[in-house]
């Protein structure tokens, strides 16, 4: 079976940077698993962010950055802004499966 | 343009079967990939399964014993069907497109670039 873990909750000061982390407990997903991201505003649908581990989709600010090392990946947020808050999930792909997973969410709060 | 737009009842008995209905605009149904996530009231994202052109399906375990998904290319619609409800299948429930790649390694990971707006389903009697 496999876990996606993040952080419940992060915050952070408008301009500062903060990061989320999603670290994955897995027998099926490999080392070299792709995660991605997607921001939730409440009573809105989730929203891609990043797609395999570092790609932006057209339209995302460059502020939004992801990366991968290991069995964890973390999305990064620099100079934050109050329309940041949000909550943030990662998603991986058991490729033997063939089933997706999401973490638990990360609420974050701009101070 | 691409849209996705979800349908159905709004409130289930339980016991009865969940039938959502996704609606698609800007693409043909039949070159994705499609997924069903739900999200019960300040819950996190559960993913339900995926659908691909009416040839293969891929379902959440915890879920694979209830749950049938279909397309309907001539309507360009996607269904769902859960069946035996019950109260913990309360929950938004959205459709998304999945697009996939293959990595370095040859593995294929697949991700959902566009969302519907949901549609809140209510199982009570």
């Known amino acids: 079976q496999s876990v996606l873990t993040q952080p419940p909750s992060v915050s952070g000061a408008p301009g500062q940077r903060v990061t989320i982390s999603c670290t994955v407990k897995s027998s099926n997903i490999g080392a ?44 990064a947020i620099t100079g934050l802004q109050a329309e940041d808050e949000a909550a943030y999930f990662c998603q991986s792909y058991d490729t033997s499966l063939r089933i997706a997973m999401f973490g638990g969410g990360t609420k974050l709060t701009v101070l | 343009q691409v849209q996705l737009q979800e349908s159905g009842p709004g409130l289930v008995k339980p016991s009865e079967t969940l039938s959502l209905t996704c609606s698609v605009s800007g693409v043909s149904i039949s070159s994705f990939y499609w997924s069903w996530i739900r999200q019960s009231a300040g819950k996190g994202l559960e993913w339900i399964g995926r659908i691909y052109a009416s040839v293969g399906t891929n379902y959440n375990p915890s879920l694979k014993s209830r749950v049938t998904m ?7 619609q996607l269904s769902l069907n859960l069946l035996s409800v019950t109260a913990a299948d309360t929950a ?9 790649y293959y990595d370095s390694s040859n593995s294929f990971y697949l991700y959902s670039d566009v969302w519907g707006r949901g549609t809140l389903v209510t199982v009570s009697s």
């Open chain 1, 32 to 75: 070299g698993y792709d995660v991605h991201w997607y921001q939730q505003f409440p009573g809105a649908a989730p929203k891609l962010l990043i797609y395999g581990n570092t790609n932006r989709p057209s339209g995302v600010p460059d502020r939004f950055s992801g990366s991968r090392s290991g069995t964890s990946a973390s999305l």
């Open chain 2, 70 to 76: 279909s397309v309907d290319a001539s309507k360009n």
């Open chain 2, 92 to 100: 938004v429930y959205y459709c998304a497109r999945d697009k996939g």
